[in-house]
């Protein structure tokens, strides 16, 4: 019985992790280095026009 609880709270452990790392790994795609990048590289955007311009 002790060791159908220890796979089970392992099982858990490893479904928690692979939880975490998938949050991780969505979240460093999600951000705005992440999409500059994306569009300079595929879409040929300059990195003025990127930007919103400065107002004087």
Do not use: A, C
Not at 10 to 27: A, D, I, T, Y
Not at 39 to 49: A, G, H, I, M, Q
């Amino acid at each position: 019985m002790i060791y159908l609880t220890l796979v089970v709270f392992f099982g858990f452990l490893l479904v928690v992790w692979f939880v975490v790392e998938l949050l991780f790994r969505l979240q460093k795609h999600d951000s705005y280095q992440h999409d500059l990048r994306y569009l300079w590289e595929n879409y040929k955007v300059k990195k003025e026009d990127m930007h919103h311009p400065k107002k004087k």
